[in-house]
């Protein structure tokens, strides 16, 4: 994807930690999607006429800016080296900069030079656009509904990992959704035991979910749909909220 995998690490790392908590620091940046809302923290009533449409459709309009997470991740990727800083936060880079971006323009060249070839430049443009916007989706696809739609939390949260994990994680179910996530479709899983090799989730899965039955935790697990519906439907409540307190 030609990310810097010092910026990978950095910003996934934080997600685990805080997973779905807002807070202007210590927090989840995969939930900092402004100007969707994705929880009650993040609710603020609509000032303009664009803020007014985009939280009144952002229940479309999310699923549809997906699109862009690659590239988006990629610019953020590169601010990241060249300004030590990360949606706001800022942070030492321990590699070495000319290097990593080498290794990224290096790999961008490589992975998308056959798009050229043989093709008229503005062919090979279009395929470039086709491939990032459809690896966008996908992947966001994947990482959204493993979270979004379920709490989000700010100030007093469960401090206790199993519970934070368990109430603010999806797990995949059924056939397609195993297939398409892949060991992802195990995301609460994932997140309880990071390290843990991949192979082992759906082991670790059965434990976790018996536990969490025989203790009357929260856990979430939904077929592919049901996850896009509930999570647009909540995306819908607050956008709604937010819209009336205009």
Request: aromatic letters at 12%; charged letters at 20%.
């Amino acid at each position: 994807m030609g990310l810097s995998k010092e910026f990978w690490d950095r910003k996934h790392n934080l997600h685990h930690k805080f997973t779905n908590i807002a807070s202007d620091y210590d927090g989840d940046p995969d939930i900092e999607t402004p100007p969707f809302m994705l929880g009650e923290p993040q609710e603020k009533p609509c000032r303009n006429l664009l803020s007014w449409c985009i939280a009144r459709y952002q229940h479309v309009v999310y699923w549809l800016a997906l699109t862009l997470l690659v590239i988006g991740l990629s610019a953020e990727s590169l601010l990241f080296i060249l300004t030590e800083k990360f949606k706001n936060r800022p942070f030492k880079v321990q590699s070495p900069k000319l290097v990593v971006l080498s290794l990224i323009l290096a790999g961008y060249l490589l992975n998308n030079f056959p798009l050229f070839l043989g093709k008229p430049w503005l062919v090979g443009l279009l395929l470039l656009l086709y491939k990032y916007l459809v690896a966008g989706f996908v992947i966001g696809m994947v990482f959204a509904l493993n979270h979004v739609g379920l709490p989000v939390l700010a100030g007093d949260y469960p401090v206790d990992r199993l519970t934070l994990q368990t109430y603010t994680t999806r797990n995949i179910s059924g056939r397609f959704g195993r297939w398409f996530w892949g060991v992802l479709a195990f995301q609460t899983e994932h997140h309880l035991w990071p390290a843990i090799s991949w192979h082992k989730l759906p082991e670790v899965a059965e434990i976790t979910r018996a536990f969490c039955r025989q203790h009357g935790i929260i856990y979430n697990e939904e077929t592919p749909l049901q996850a896009l519906v509930d999570s647009t439907a909540e995306l819908k409540k607050i956008g709604k909220r937010a819209v009336l307190a205009r």
